[in-house]
């Protein structure tokens, strides 16, 4: 059973505020995070919920002007708190690596990708040239490029998008790492393309036995692959569980608006539902819920107290003074 | 004169465009964008275009709006032809047919205020005199749009993502054009503002009697929109019809692929798995395939299919779809048998 297994990421209170010279900016705000190995958890969120911000302070790779804390922050059981930079820099490809979404600009155009994927286990592993180079040519045959051998000595802007960004998912799983983070990789695709990246994502950390954190605003994506989900918005997670009983049964209102203004095929011609106003920006956070301008279940208390993380259910966590009432016009519909 | 419903607004016959891209050796390469695209709209209806980057879906829009020149073909806008002339006749199509962009940060100059931007088209072509006439034109546009009349002084980045788009919207609408082209209108937005958009497009469609063209890679939305579909396939239409046809019975192999690998909001209708698979990458626009251009990989390829061109033809039955395949036939009934 997976929530039996081993914890791959094992987050407590993860905050990461943005210096600015208009001030500081918190971006992120007391996350959790837990994902266990093989398991495929997605970190659903709109831009500037604080998704990246948060996957990046995981990873060490925050930017210079941004400070990070937390409570707890391990991989394994590997305190990732107390870690050096030069000690982080090992794990990062070993034990943890990221895919980004713009494999074009993650990519060095300059570098054929043997050598680029050739350059990990040079480094890490100190195979020799022509070892690298044989273990980067099985690499590229595992996520699915055609021809490897001939294709290893080509250069970046020779493969095509889907391509590019199975070259960076061989890049990430180099060396069985125990946690990948994919930042949006399927983005930039078109929907066939995305159809067998997020597949060989599932293939794969069911295969390897990999922890997977997906970050991605796309719900039908979460819908496709995700075991768990974590809602984002505003910083703060929002909403958690397993992703059956979250998209059944919504227990925030802002996951519930989400799903309800997907358009459904036996809705064509009605007007969808819209949820009013835009996200807030992270200088602007209303008092309260930060979702409560935009709420359509939102009350007097809403305005002024910010909901709590709370358990609602087994394994369910929201963030709502009225996710009862929630749940419930969920089921009824 | 607005035309009454079901009126023939907008004629596209055998639009042909390429690129030049550089040479190979001696020879020149040529991407052929679109090759032999016919469509036709009728006033109040709403056409959506889907197909993958590099299908031609956006060149297609760009030649619809005059901001492309097809090399062979025909726009025919109320009996006129405008792809091909100069002068008042253009003037004609900018009039009539009006876009909506993808990415509402940079089509809007970031230093004209709400109000130079929605008048401008008004004083170009010359509709309203006076600055208070086009004040109040302007006012009105914004009302259109569901946006205050007070925030025309504001410049564009004072607006969030989904009111540019809706700035975007008045200043296509400001000329009253009778057809939108709108290239991916949504996908730059936020998720949860999306739905805003797409509402307000479908609300103008139907009180202003405005025909939509809608181009977009989300299914779900397009199929929520549209009253008709296009599926584009490397420059050339695979299939067109009713999208109530085309979603539920998709009959072109790649129209089939294409719906099968879209995901769906549902947990118990999880479909990546048994999606249909395409075989290798789509084929370099250079140089595509011969005969049916989706023939590489399709999964009932036949000999015929490498040779000749399959045309555009109806299938038997009451459904208004066309679609490009030898084998039209035997694909859709075994779509129906999976």
Same mark, same amino acid.
């Given at each position: 059973?997976?929530?039996?297994?081993?914890?791959?990421?094992?987050?407590?209170?993860?905050?990461?505020?943005?210096?600015?010279?208009?001030?500081?900016?918190?971006?992120?705000?007391?996350?959790?995070?837990?994902?266990?190995?093989?398991?495929?958890?997605?970190?659903?969120?709109?831009?500037?919920?604080?998704?990246?911000?948060?996957?990046?302070?995981?990873?060490?790779?925050?930017?210079?002007?941004?400070?990070?804390?937390?409570?707890?922050?391990?991989?394994?059981?590997?305190?990732?708190?107390?870690?050096?930079?030069?000690?982080?820099?090992?794990?990062?490809?070993?034990?943890?690596?990221?895919?980004?979404?713009?494999?074009?600009?993650?990519?060095?155009?300059?570098?054929?990708?043997?050598?680029?994927?050739?350059?990990?286990?040079?480094?890490?592993?100190?195979?020799?040239?022509?070892?690298?180079?044989?273990?980067?040519?099985?690499?590229?045959?595992?996520?699915?490029?055609?021809?490897?051998?001939?294709?290893?000595?080509?250069?970046?802007?020779?493969?095509?998008?889907?391509?590019?960004?199975?070259?960076?998912?061989?890049?990430?799983?180099?060396?069985?790492?125990?946690?990948?983070?994919?930042?949006?990789?399927?983005?930039?695709?078109?929907?066939?393309?995305?159809?067998?990246?997020?597949?060989?994502?599932?293939?794969?950390?069911?295969?390897?036995?990999?922890?997977?954190?997906?970050?991605?605003?796309?719900?039908?994506?979460?819908?496709?692959?995700?075991?768990?989900?974590?809602?984002?918005?505003?910083?703060?997670?929002?909403?958690?569980?397993?992703?059956?009983?979250?998209?059944?049964?919504?227990?925030?209102?802002?996951?519930?608006?989400?799903?309800?203004?997907?358009?459904?095929?036996?809705?064509?011609?009605?007007?969808?539902?819209?949820?009013?106003?835009?996200?807030?920006?992270?200088?602007?956070?209303?008092?309260?819920?930060?979702?409560?301008?935009?709420?359509?279940?939102?009350?007097?208390?809403?305005?002024?107290?910010?909901?709590?993380?709370?358990?609602?259910?087994?394994?369910?966590?929201?963030?709502?003074?009225?996710?009862?009432?929630?749940?419930?016009?969920?089921?009824?519909? | 004169?607005?035309?009454?419903?079901?009126? !023939? +607004?907008?004629? =596209?016959?055998? #639009?042909?465009?390429?690129?030049?891209?550089?040479?190979? $050796?001696?020879? *020149?390469? @040529?991407?052929?964008?679109?090759?032999?695209?016919?469509?036709?709209?009728?006033?109040?209806?709403?056409?959506?275009?889907?197909?993958?980057?590099?299908?031609?879906?956006?060149?297609?829009?760009?030649?619809?709006?005059?901001?492309?020149?097809?090399?062979?073909?025909?726009?025919?806008?109320?009996?006129?032809?405008?792809?091909?002339?100069?002068?008042?006749?253009?003037?004609?199509?900018?009039?009539?047919?009006?876009?909506?962009?993808?990415?509402?940060?940079?089509?809007?100059?970031?230093?004209?205020?709400?109000?130079?931007?929605?008048?401008?088209?008004?004083?170009?072509?010359?509709?309203?005199?006076?600055?208070?006439?086009?004040?109040?034109?302007?006012?009105?546009?914004?009302? !259109? +749009?569901?946006? =205050?009349?007070? #925030?025309?002084?504001?410049?564009?980045?004072?607006?969030? $993502?989904?009111? *540019?788009? @809706?700035?975007?919207?008045?200043?296509?609408?400001?000329?009253?054009?009778?057809?939108?082209?709108?290239?991916?209108?949504?996908?730059?937005?936020?998720?949860?503002?999306?739905?805003?958009?797409?509402?307000?497009?479908?609300?103008?469609?139907?009180?202003?009697?405005?025909?939509?063209?809608?181009?977009?890679?989300?299914?779900?939305?397009?199929?929520?929109?549209?009253d008709r579909t296009?599926?584009?396939?490397?420059?050339?239409?695979?299939e067109i019809g009713d999208t109530t046809t085309v979603y539920e019975e998709p009959t072109h192999?790649?129209t089939?692929?294409?719906?099968?690998?879209?995901?769906?909001?549902?947990?118990?209708?999880?479909?990546?798995?048994?999606?249909?698979?395409?075989?290798?990458?789509?084929?370099?626009?250079?140089?595509?395939?011969?005969?049916?251009?989706?023939?590489?990989?399709?999964?009932?390829?036949?000999?015929?299919?490498?040779?000749?061109?399959?045309?555009l033809r109806s299938l038997d039955g009451p459904a208004d779809r066309l679609v490009?395949?030898?084998?039209a036939e035997?694909?859709r009934d075994?779509a129906g048998?999976?």
């Amino acid at each position: 059973m997976r929530h039996a297994s081993e914890s791959a990421l094992h987050v407590r209170g993860l905050s990461v505020t943005f210096g600015t010279r208009r001030g500081s900016v918190p971006a992120v705000v007391d996350v959790d995070l837990d994902v266990a190995r093989g398991e495929l958890v997605a970190l659903l969120g709109e831009s500037g919920s604080g998704k990246s911000a948060a996957a990046r302070a995981v990873m060490g790779l925050s930017a210079r002007n941004a400070t990070v804390s937390a409570d707890a922050m391990r991989l394994g059981d590997t305190d990732l708190l107390g870690l050096a930079e030069p000690q982080l820099r090992h794990l990062r490809g070993t034990r943890m690596s990221m895919v980004f979404q713009d494999a074009l600009s993650a990519l060095n155009p300059v570098l054929t990708i043997g050598d680029q994927i050739g350059e990990l286990f040079r480094e890490h592993r100190g195979m020799s040239r022509r070892q690298a180079r044989a273990a980067a040519v099985d690499l590229l045959g595992q996520v699915g490029i055609p021809a490897p051998a001939r294709r290893v000595g080509e250069y970046p802007h020779q493969f095509s998008g889907g391509m590019r960004q199975r070259i960076l998912i061989a890049m990430a799983i180099a060396l069985r790492p125990e946690l990948v983070i994919a930042d949006e990789p399927t983005t930039a695709l078109d929907v066939t393309v995305q159809a067998q990246i997020l597949e060989l994502l599932d293939s794969l950390r069911r295969d390897l036995n990999m922890a997977v954190l997906l970050i991605t605003h796309d719900l039908g994506v979460v819908s496709e692959v995700a075991d768990r989900v974590m809602v984002m918005y505003a910083g703060r997670v929002v909403e958690a569980g397993s992703a059956d009983d979250l998209l059944g049964t919504p227990a925030h209102p802002y996951t519930e608006a989400l799903l309800r203004s997907v358009p459904q095929a036996d809705q064509r011609g009605q007007a969808l539902y819209a949820i009013p106003g835009s996200p807030p920006s992270p200088t602007h956070q209303p008092a309260g819920c930060p979702f409560h301008p935009r709420c359509g279940f939102v009350v007097d208390r809403c305005r002024t107290e910010r909901p709590p993380l709370t358990v609602v259910a087994d394994g369910r966590t929201a963030a709502c003074h009225r996710t009862e009432e929630v749940r419930h016009a969920a089921v009824t519909g | 004169m607005p035309p009454s419903p079901g009126d !023939l +607004v907008l004629d =596209a016959q055998d #639009l042909h465009k390429s690129f030049a891209t550089g040479r190979t $050796g001696w020879h *020149r390469t @040529r991407v052929s964008a679109v090759d032999g695209v016919s469509l036709r709209l009728r006033a109040g209806e709403s056409l959506g275009i889907v197909g993958e980057s590099g299908c031609g879906k956006s060149t297609l829009a760009r030649m619809l709006v005059g901001l492309e020149r097809p090399d062979s073909g025909s726009i025919t806008i109320h009996g006129r032809d405008v792809a091909r002339t100069r002068g008042r006749d253009r003037r004609l199509l900018r009039r009539q047919v009006q876009m909506v962009f993808q990415d509402p940060y940079t089509s809007l100059d970031p230093r004209m205020s709400v109000l130079d931007l929605l008048a401008e088209p008004l004083i170009v072509h010359k509709r309203v005199d006076g600055a208070a006439a086009r004040r109040d034109r302007v006012a009105e546009l914004l009302s !259109l +749009v569901n946006l =205050a009349p007070e #925030l025309m002084h504001r410049y564009p980045h004072q607006f969030s $993502g989904g009111q *540019r788009q @809706r700035i975007g919207i008045a200043r296509a609408l400001a000329l009253e054009p009778e057809v939108l082209v709108c290239d991916e209108p949504v996908s730059a937005l936020d998720v949860s503002v999306q739905a805003q958009v797409v509402n307000l497009l479908r609300d103008l469609q139907h009180r202003m009697g405005i025909a939509l063209v809608f181009i977009a890679h989300d299914l779900s939305v397009v199929r929520h929109v549209a009253d008709r579909t296009a599926v584009m396939y490397l420059g050339r239409l695979a299939e067109i019809g009713d999208t109530t046809t085309v979603y539920e019975e998709p009959t072109h192999p790649y129209t089939q692929a294409l719906l099968s690998a879209s995901p769906v909001v549902d947990r118990s209708r999880r479909r990546l798995a048994d999606r249909i698979m395409l075989a290798g990458d789509p084929p370099s626009p250079t140089d595509p395939p011969s005969g049916c251009r989706f023939h590489t990989r399709c999964r009932f390829r036949q000999d015929r299919c490498s040779q000749e061109q399959p045309v555009l033809r109806s299938l038997d039955g009451p459904a208004d779809r066309l679609v490009a395949c030898h084998f039209a036939e035997q694909t859709r009934d075994s779509a129906g048998a999976r």
